[in-house]
């Protein structure tokens, strides 16, 4: 079954401090991960992408096929990071499914 | 364009009744996402459309729930003989191209007494 797992419910850190949310999946084919980031009172939107390689807001994320994991780290928190986030599994073959997402975890970064 | 929109942004309804939401999508965006999200989970697929067809259900979409996309453009959610356990922000969402980055609604939020 396709799953995504945030073992986390709430991150909390201190401006400064580095980062990390893990994501874990469960899917038997070649998966395309996605981070989702929704701030307070904002509509949930997308953060970055697996197959971009990209930094967006200072955050990356890896995808480690052999722990199955897509964490997302940034070195040096900002207090504006503080949101809910949502990491997302696209299934059903490549660019045909839909997304999956994990149950999301709160980052609060405290000044 | 101001992006997905959805409406009632707030229902409230008695058990037993039928609710529908609309969602009107970014106008050059051809597939069109409903999920539902309940306290403290992720969304929870629903349903999606390509254009005016339907490709994939959910099971969470038992027969009580129906969407419609009937010109490829805006999208109805109907929930019939609602029950409490419907209570949950329904969204909407559309992209283009399969690229994975869906753009969200603020979400219809249902509330079944």
């Known amino acids: 079954a396709q799953r995504v797992t945030q073992p986390e419910k709430l991150l909390s850190v201190f401006k400064g401090a580095p980062v990390e949310l893990k994501c874990n999946y469960s899917y038997s084919g070649s998966p395309e991960l996605f981070w989702y980031v929704q701030y307070s009172r904002q509509r949930l939107q997308l953060l970055l992408r697996h197959i971009s390689r990209e930094s967006i807001k200072g955050f990356t994320a890896d995808l480690n096929k052999g722990e199955t994991s897509f964490h997302l780290k940034k070195p040096f928190a900002q207090e504006e990071d503080s949101a809910m986030y949502y990491c997302?599994?696209?299934?059903?073959?490549?660019?045909?499914?839909?997304?999956?997402f994990g149950k999301g975890t709160k980052l609060s970064v405290k000044p | 364009d101001t992006g997905v929109s959805q409406d009632p942004r707030h229902k409230i309804t008695k058990r037993g009744q039928n609710v529908t939401f609309r969602c009107d999508p970014i106008s050059e965006h051809n597939r069109l996402y409903w999920y539902r999200q309940t306290l403290g989970q992720g969304p929870e697929f629903l349903t999606y459309?390509?254009?005016?067809?339907?490709?994939?259900k959910s099971r969470l979409l038992s027969d009580r729930f129906s969407a419609e996309r009937p010109k490829g453009s805006f999208s109805t959610l109907e929930i019939q003989r609602t029950e409490q356990g419907d209570s949950a922000m329904y969204l909407c969402?559309?992209?283009?191209?399969?690229?994975?980055?869906?753009?969200f609604g603020e979400g219809s939020r249902l509330t079944v007494l």
């Open positions: 969402a559309s992209d283009r191209a399969n690229t994975g980055e869906l753009f």
């Open positions: 997302a599994l696209r299934s059903g073959g490549g660019s045909q499914g839909n997304l999956i």
């Open positions: 459309f390509q254009n005016e067809a339907q490709l994939e």
